[in-house]
């Protein structure tokens, strides 16, 4: 086994919960900053805001009527966008809420399930809260987080896990697995019994994206999708996974009834009807993308690439870093939660925000020249 490549059991990941973006109002009070005033980068979504006529149709929710528990109207709307009939479809409080689905249904203590790292906390949380163990490949970041896929082919074959996480494009990395290559996955772990579990939370911000609806008919694939992310619709939660019929059913099983409230199916009823929307954010979040990537490394900074709407870019102390930064009112994520304690990772917003970002790093290295 390669040096960057390693297994790690749940026991030596930290009990505490995981570490999430976004702007906490202890952290504006602490410095006394204006809401209005400050520029979250922390989080990734759609530069965009909410599709136009969100809260209009939001205001016609009856709030005294129970949500619909089996989200019909807005599955098959998702049935038509995404071409797959609706016992494919299972609709969740976000994505996160559908890897824990994956995790209680799929995994018992005993069980391992396999992490492609670094990525996102919650697989790990997962897993753990199942009891299980979770197993770590990490990427080598000297090959730009690449992964070693031989060797998750190995650990797979050997450790059986019952779930395979693999976030793609991966955060925070960005690194983007083409079709070959998650096939590859998805061909290991059926071989042993297990389900690959591709979390596809930003491929709507990736530039031609491959038909990774092409894996369902494996049967042991699980996609899933996050509409908070692609339309910003972060204080609703709203998230699907792609599966099919016996997984989606085993699922459902689990699922709180009401766990999708009413404000948010509208929500993604109303983005559904609007076909410019995601094309329009793709194309504002490689501007800005490009900006930001320019202009850093102009200031001396390297910036990984990046399939996503974000960037990790290495800064040294990246804790220290930040501080300065959120006394600019500008809020951005250390990655120190996913093992890369030098790094930042930007979210991409608007092109006048990510040029406001730009003066604050060029105001930061300019003030440690000083």
């Given at each position: 086994?390669?040096s960057s ?8 990941i ?10 906490r109002?202890a ?5 006394g900053l204006?809401p209005?005033d400050v ?5 990734s979504i759609?530069?965009?805001?909410p599709?136009e006529g969100?809260?209009?149709?939001l205001?016609r929710?009856?709030l005294?009527?129970?949500?619909d ?19 494919h479809l299972?609709?969740g409080n ?5 890897i824990?689905?994956?995790a ?8 391992s399930?396999?992490l492609l790292?670094p990525t996102y906390?919650?697989y790990?949380g997962?897993?753990?809260l199942?009891?299980a163990?979770?197993l ?10 690449a992964?070693?896929l031989d060797q ?6 050997s ?6 996480f693999l976030c793609?494009?991966?955060?925070p ?6 079709l070959?290559e998650?096939?590859y996955?998805?061909?290991v ?5 297990g ?6 939370a930003y ?12 894996l ?10 996050s509409?908070t992310?692609?339309y ?11 599966a099919?019929p016996e997984?989606?059913?085993?699922l ?19 983005a559904?009807?609007?076909a ?12 800005a993308k490009e900006y930001?990537t320019?202009?850093l490394?102009?200031l ?7 399939a996503?709407n ?6 040294g ?11 600019r009112g500008?809020f951005?994520?250390?990655c120190?939660?996913f093992g890369?304690p ?7 917003r608007?092109?006048?925000?990510c040029?406001?970002?730009?003066a604050?790093?060029r ?8």
């Amino acid at each position: 086994m390669s040096s960057s490549s390693k297994i790690e059991p749940t026991a030596s990941i930290p009990t505490a919960r995981p570490v999430h973006g976004g702007i906490r109002p202890a952290d504006l009070r602490a410095l006394g900053l204006n809401p209005a005033d400050v520029l979250d980068f922390s989080a990734s979504i759609s530069p965009l805001g909410p599709p136009e006529g969100l809260w209009e149709a939001l205001r016609r929710v009856d709030l005294t009527a129970y949500p619909d528990p089996e989200c019909l109207e807005l599955r098959e709307a998702l049935s038509q966008h995404c071409g797959v009939s609706m016992d494919h479809l299972l609709v969740g409080n976000g994505s996160t809420e559908l890897i824990h689905l994956l995790a209680r249904a799929y995994l018992a203590p005993g069980d391992s399930a396999l992490l492609l790292t670094p990525t996102y906390g919650e697989y790990a949380g997962a897993c753990r809260l199942a009891g299980a163990s979770a197993l770590h490949l990490d990427a080598r970041r000297e090959a730009g987080f690449a992964w070693d896929l031989d060797q998750a082919g190995r650990i797979i074959g050997s450790q059986r896990p019952r779930l395979v996480f693999l976030c793609n494009p991966n955060n925070p990395t960005g690194v983007y697995l083409g079709l070959a290559e998650v096939e590859y996955l998805a061909g290991v772990t059926g071989q042993v019994g297990g389900l690959l579990v591709v979390d596809e939370a930003y491929r709507s911000f990736v530039n031609h994206p491959w038909d990774s609806l092409a894996l369902l008919p494996r049967r042991n694939v699980v996609l899933l999708r996050s509409m908070t992310k692609d339309y910003a619709l972060t204080g609703l939660r709203l998230g699907y996974c792609l599966a099919s019929p016996e997984v989606t059913a085993r699922l459902a099983r689990y699922q709180p009834d009401w766990s999708v409230n009413g404000l948010a199916q509208v929500a993604g009823l109303v983005a559904l009807q609007d076909a410019t929307y995601l094309p329009r954010a793709r194309e504002a979040v490689q501007q800005a993308k490009e900006y930001l990537t320019t202009q850093l490394a102009a200031l001396g900074f390297t910036v990984y690439p990046s399939a996503a709407n974000f960037l990790v870019v290495p800064v040294g102390d990246a804790a220290a870093w930040r501080e300065r930064l959120m006394r600019r009112g500008l809020f951005l994520r250390d990655c120190a939660s996913f093992g890369l304690p030098d790094c930042l990772r930007l979210g991409i917003r608007s092109l006048p925000d990510c040029q406001r970002l730009v003066a604050g790093f060029r105001a930061e290295r300019a003030a440690e020249r000083d």
